[in-house]
């Protein structure tokens, strides 16, 4: 069930330019993302699992089965106007190719995923996703690093926040580029920039559709252990460029943050990533859309023994790429993730996460606000280094203002994963 859907630290809140990498030899940055359920929300963060670097060419096959109670997220009782079945299987086959290889001081980074959804009733949500990204961490002597990375993502969008039949696939297309100047062996100054589109596929999310430019500078700081922070100042200019101005929804946006991220290592069995700031989101013509206030996602990760693992991720943001939500959003969330290594070749996953998200762009969306609890068990079986067997259940409830966006939903999955 993996994705490649990163190339950065995906601790960062996706919107953030891209941090320079250590200098010389960069650290690992092609990020495998392995998630509980292909129709769950859980935290990427609490979800992802970081493959050792490893240089040349890899492939990653998948092939997983799902059995979902309520494919539309509908309110318990209530069928689909169209007379069909509320409950659905779903098979998901993806491909994937990576490269990872240094050249000297330089290193080149390229990855292709491929998925194939189909459903077994609801055939008119089946869809094939090209996921791709191509990055260059550069380096120059022992003063200059950087990177340049081209990405193009594409996922299908939440029945949770669009009409409840309808196939909607968001293509996301980001390029960015980054410097850092190192004035000593543990401190340099940084400056990015970057450039975003998201687009749909189905006539009705046209107004979500934005286009946004984002440039940054700050300081680094990353000592001989390995530590890492950045102080930064990142300003972005956004626009919805099908979108007319009214009285209650707006064309454009600026958006100013302050932020401190990185990744600090407590001790030998627990560490912090991810960043911390504050925000603060003007709109020119509807000012009772604009946001200030502090904003971050923080991931602990505790190890107390070799064969058992916690991490808790933490965030506030305003809309989260993660969940493919384009529109004035603000999501709190908590959520936590216990993995038990019963044997060399066993692994049990337990993750649960609670969610409350306030739509500021109320124009959009009936919604006011409405409340996400998911709960989730897993278990992998490796009998071999190349092949992993799997098998999921997972429980997603919602609460809203007013009852016709109440759900719940329970998905079982089955999954067989090789990788080369």
């Known amino acids: 069930m993996a994705d490649v859907t990163a190339v950065i630290d995906s601790r960062q809140q996706a919107n953030a330019v891209p941090a ?94 491929v998925v194939r959804r189909s459903y077994a009733e609801h055939d008119e949500l089946d869809s094939t996703t090209k996921s791709g990204v191509l990055r260059w961490d550069w380096a120059t002597g022992k003063q200059w690093t950087g990177t340049a990375q081209l990405l193009r993502r594409e996922a299908p969008r939440s029945f949770d926040d669009i009409d409840r039949r309808v196939r909607s696939i968001n293509t996301l297309q980001r390029a960015g580029v980054s410097a850092d100047y190192w004035l000593h062996p543990d401190w340099s100054i940084l400056a990015g920039a970057e450039r975003t589109r998201s687009r749909y596929s189905d006539e009705r999310s046209a107004a979500s559709e934005y286009d946004e430019t984002a440039v940054e500078a700050g300081a680094g700081f990353r000592p001989k252990s390995g530590n890492r922070l950045s102080l930064v100042l990142r300003s972005a200019d956004g626009e919805y460029p099908n979108r007319t101005a009214t009285a209650t929804r707006d064309r454009e946006y600026t958006q100013r943050d302050v932020r401190l991220r990185g990744d600090w290592t407590l001790s030998g069995i627990s560490k912090l990533s991810g960043y911390a700031g504050y925000t603060d989101r003007e709109h020119p013509t509807v000012s009772s859309l604009d946001f200030s206030g502090p904003t971050g996602r923080l991931a602990f990760d505790w190890r107390p023994t070799g064969k058992l693992s916690f991490q808790v991720v933490a965030r506030r943001e305003i809309g989260s790429e993660h969940e493919v939500v384009d529109n004035f959003v603000l999501t709190r969330g908590l959520g936590l993730e216990a993995a038990w290594a019963t044997s060399d070749k066993v692994t049990l996953i337990a993750r649960a996460e609670r969610v409350k998200r306030d739509h500021g762009d109320r124009s959009l969306s009936s919604l006011d606000e409405d409340r996400r609890r998911t709960y989730g068990l897993s278990v992998d079986y490796q009998p071999l280094r190349t092949v992993t067997l799997g098998a999921s259940a997972l429980r997603v409830e919602r609460s809203a203002e007013g009852s016709a966006f109440d759900y719940t939903a329970n998905i079982y999955g089955v999954d067989l994963k090789l990788e080369f």
């Open 20 to 113: 320079a990498h250590a200098r010389g030899a960069g650290r690992p940055v092609l990020t495998w993302m392995t998630v509980a359920c292909a129709l769950g929300s859980l935290p990427a963060g609490a979800a992802e699992l970081q493959s050792e670097r490893e240089e040349g060419f890899g492939v990653r096959l998948s092939q997983s089965v799902r059995w979902e109670d309520n494919v539309f997220r509908l309110p318990d009782g209530e069928r689909p106007v169209d007379g069909g079945s509320k409950s659905d299987r779903t098979s998901r086959s993806s491909v994937g190719v990576t490269f990872d290889h240094m050249y000297g001081l330089q290193r080149l980074v390229a990855a292709l995923d």
